[in-house]
Each structure stands twice: as structure tokens, then as C-alpha cells.
């Protein structure tokens, strides 16, 4: 069955240092993942996708198939990154496209 | 440009009262989502509408019916709230696959 596991409901660092927020999945198709961030008081938006293979703001996450992670990282934290963050799966069912969630991991970047 | 528009804002509701929660979006997305929202529980997803007159069952759809009523328009009814529904609730739309999901400010709602 299709799922998005964040084990860490909270990651709690120091500004500078470098953070991984994981993700695993359980998919049998070809896996197309996301992350999205909702930062305090503001609506989710989308961080990253793996296709795209870029970096936002710092972060980047690299799909491993072999270890089904999709883990998000970043060098040196900022008080900024601050935020919840969510992993997230494209399930497709006949032509529609679902988006499944994780449960979440609060990034709490401390001075 | 408002892109997706949640009504209302909040909400607090006696078990066995019914209300509609309000979506609304004009990016001319096909699809649409509602998800809520739960402490450890992450985002699940209720009901969606892969395109304009189609809605199918998420994760968690029982207490839940929703309407498609056209491209724009995307609700979520509760016929007898139950506690259980207490939660933050998300709508969202997107254009296609390959487009990421845009989201409304949620609505929280409370039943005692």
C-alpha cells in the first residue's frame, strides 16, 4: 500500500547546524515525491519536488529508491527555516492523481 | 488573482449540527482536494475532484459528502458533526500532474 512515513514529529537544531528532515515511502509505481512547508500563520506551500532536482532555499532531497527515502536536507539551518514541514506522494488511481501526506516534522531552528 | 478561497475561517458546532465548508478557486484548476488536518496525523485526504463533475473518496470520507458544483467551486459538507471531525481543514487545486498543489488558508472547526 501506498505510504509517507516522517519518523520525527519534532527536529530541534542550533542556527548553523545542518539539518535532515526524513521521509520514507512505500510505493509499487515509479515514485514522484514532494516536500511542502507551512511556515507559522501562513497556508502549505511547496518546497521541492524530486524531478526537478533543484535546491530552495537551501534545501535539497535526493530520491533513493534503493533505501525508499526522500530525505530533506540543508548545511546550516536559519531561524527562518522554522516551520512544518511534509513529505508527500503521488498516488495515481485510474487517470487521477492523490496527493498523500506524511505526518509532518516541526523544524524548530533555535538561536 | 485570490487563488484558493476557504469559508469560514473557523467554526464551532454541537454534535449532530450540519454545515458546509466553502472552497473556491480562480487558477482554472481541474482538480481539487480537501484534506484535514490532525496533530500527528499529518494532511489526509477526505474527498477530491479529479476534474470538473467528478469527486471520488480519499482516505477518510465517512461523515463527509462534498459537490462539485462546477470548475470553481468545491465544498465539503458535514451532515451530523461528530467530535471526531473536529480538525483543520484544507481545500486545495492544482492544474494537472505535473503542477504542484495550491492551498487555502483552512478552517478550523470545533464540535462539542
Known amino acids: 500500500a501506498q505510504r509517507v512515513t516522517q519518523p520525527e514529529k519534532l527536529l530541534s537544531v542550533f542556527k548553523g547546524a545542518p539539518v535532515e528532515l526524513k521521509c520514507n515511502y512505500s510505493?509499487?509505481?515509479?515514485?514522484?515525491l514532494f516536500w511542502y512547508v507551512q511556515y507559522s500563520r501562513q497556508r502549505l506551500q511547496l518546497l521541492l519536488r524530486?524531478?526537478s532536482r533543484e535546491s530552495i532555499k537551501g534545501f535539497t532531497a535526493d530520491l533513493n529508491k534503493g533505501e525508499t527515502s526522500f530525505h530533506l536536507k540543508k548545511p546550516f539551518a536559519q531561524e527562518e527555516d522554522s516551520a512544518m514541514y511534509y513529505c508527500?506522494?503521488?498516488?495515481?488511481?485510474?487517470?487521477?492523481?492523490?496527493?498523500?501526506f506524511g505526518s509532518g516534522t516541526r523544524l524548530l531552528v533555535r538561536p | 488573482n485570490a487563488g484558493v478561497t476557504q469559508t469560514p475561517k473557523f467554526q464551532v458546532l454541537k454534535t449532530g449540527q450540519s454545515m458546509t465548508l466553502q472552497c473556491a478557486q480562480d487558477?482554472?484548476?481541474?482538480?481539487m482536494y480537501w484534506y484535514r488536518q490532525d496533530p500527528g496525523m499529518g494532511l489526509r485526504l477526505i474527498y477530491y475532484?479529479?476534474?470538473?463533475?467528478?469527486?471520488d473518496k480519499g482516505e477518510v470520507p465517512n461523515g463527509y459528502n462534498v459537490s462539485r458544483l462546477n470548475k470553481r467551486e468545491f465544498s465539503l459538507r458535514l451532515e451530523s458533526a461528530a467530535p471526531s471531525q473536529t480538525s483543520v481543514y484544507f481545500c486545495?487545486?492544482?492544474?494537472?500532474?505535473?503542477?504542484?498543489?495550491?492551498f487555502g488558508n483552512g478552517t478550523r472547526l470545533t464540535v462539542t
Open positions: 510505493y509499487s509505481g515509479s515514485p514522484e
Open positions: 475532484s479529479a476534474s470538473e463533475g467528478t469527486t
Open positions: 487558477m482554472n484548476h481541474n482538480s
Open positions: 486545495a487545486s492544482r492544474r494537472g500532474r505535473d503542477s504542484p498543489l495550491h
Open positions: 508527500a506522494l503521488i498516488h495515481v488511481v485510474d487517470s487521477s492523481y492523490k496527493l498523500i
Open positions: 524530486h524531478i
